[in-house]
Nanobody, 115 residues
Framework: QVQLVESGGGLVQAGGSLRDSCAAS????????MGWYRQAPGKQREWVAT???????NYGDFVKGRLTISRDNGKNTVYLQMNSLKPEDTAVYYC?????????WGQGTQVTVSS
């Protein structure tokens, strides 16, 4: 059974930092591209960042150097370091594991940024 479990969300003031983690089980983690997505209230889910099996990273245009995705294959975990947070970053953050045409999602973790 595949499980992706996010953690690390919470409440932070504008300008602060948080690190989300997503621990995977039931998959050969190193063979999957991993991504972070987010969904704000009343909005569609949007892509945040992806890290490939080989470690290449890509980011959404809004990231602008504030967020960093990384992975630790030894711990089957992907991270999202978020700095200089803004109130508009408030959302539920989800991780996704993707390989070929298969993808798996975590349950999400809430990030709230107060002004």
């Amino acid at each position: 059974q595949v499980q992706l479990v996010e953690s690390g969300g919470g409440l932070v003031q504008a300008g602060g930092s948080l690190r989300d983690s997503c621990a995977a089980s039931g998959i050969i983690f190193s063979m999957y591209d991993m991504g972070w997505y987010r969904q704000a209230p009343g909005k569609q889910r949007e892509w945040v960042a992806t890290i490939s099996r080989g470690g290449s990273t890509n980011y959404g245009d809004f990231v602008k150097g504030r967020l960093t995705i990384s992975r630790d294959n030894g711990k089957n975990t992907v991270y999202l370091q978020m700095n200089s947070l803004k109130p508009e970053d408030t959302a539920v953050y989800y991780c996704k594991a993707q390989r070929n045409f298969m993808d798996y999602w975590g349950q999400g973790t809430q990030v709230t940024v107060s002004s």
